[in-house]
């Protein structure tokens, strides 16, 4: 079956520039979550979306960024007047509906760059 | 502030030999742990995980022991093999689903 998908998988970008990141999450996974892997570093969580609840946006740097998910399904994370700092990678990941969903099943990511 | 640390950044281990992975927290919280493995270009595969009411979760080559005393935990494979190779992340979470990474280790299996 089809997995996570991300597009583009790169993007170069000049500084002060918006970008749009795009997720589709497989199919009737109920959670959705956007973390970022800058270089030699951890995977940093974003922001996560469980259902029709209001999103978790706790990891977001900074108000330059955000997020939406359409219909339950596809996410769109948008960075406006992008930055040199925000040069990462972007992964996208989704859990099946359940009490004990905390394996996430990630997308290839988006790799960023910011001149 | 690091609330889940793989102190190790670099490991390389011979073939068939048991390969040892480290990992540290903070967050007496956490209640779920997970391993991750992540090659170049593509996104992190689930590996195993464990509860916070086990010590020990095995799965093929593939085994992780928590010690919650010392808020430590590792995964070990054995026997090694080259398609091994990879970055491994360690992730925790504290009932909700968000996972707190760690750095991850490269792991290197040399023939």
């Known amino acids: 079956g089809a997995g996570v998908s991300q597009s583009p998988s790169n993007k170069v970008t000049e500084k002060g520039k918006d970008v749009e990141l795009r997720c589709d999450p497989i199919s009737g996974h109920t959670a959705l979550y956007w973390y970022r892997q800058s270089l030699g570093q951890g995977l940093e969580f974003l922001i996560y979306f469980q259902g029709n609840s209001a999103p978790d946006k706790s990891g977001l740097p900074s108000d330059r960024f955000s997020a939406e998910r359409t219909g339950g399904s596809v996410s769109t994370l948008t960075i406006q007047r992008t930055q040199q700092e925000d040069s990462a990678v972007y992964l996208c990941a989704s859990s099946p509906p359940g009490p004990l969903n905390n394996e996430q099943f990630f997308g290839p990511g988006t790799r960023l760059t910011v001149l | ?111």
Request: charged letters at 20%; a positive charge.
């Open chain 2, 1 to 111: 502030d690091q609330q889940v640390k793989q102190n190790s950044p670099s490991l390389s281990v011979q073939e068939g030999r048991i390969s040892i992975l480290n990992c540290d927290y903070t967050n007496s919280m956490f209640d779920y742990f997970l391993w991750y493995k992540k090659y170049p270009a593509e996104g992190p595969t689930f590996l195993i995980s464990i509860s916070s009411i086990k010590d020990k979760n095995e799965d093929g080559r593939f085994t992780v022991f928590l010690n919650k005393s010392a808020k430590h935990l590792s995964l070990h494979i054995v026997p090694s093999q080259p398609g091994d190779s990879a970055v491994y992340f360690c992730a925790a979470s504290a009932g909700a689903q968000k996972l707190v990474f760690g750095q991850g280790t490269r792991l290197t299996i040399n023939p």
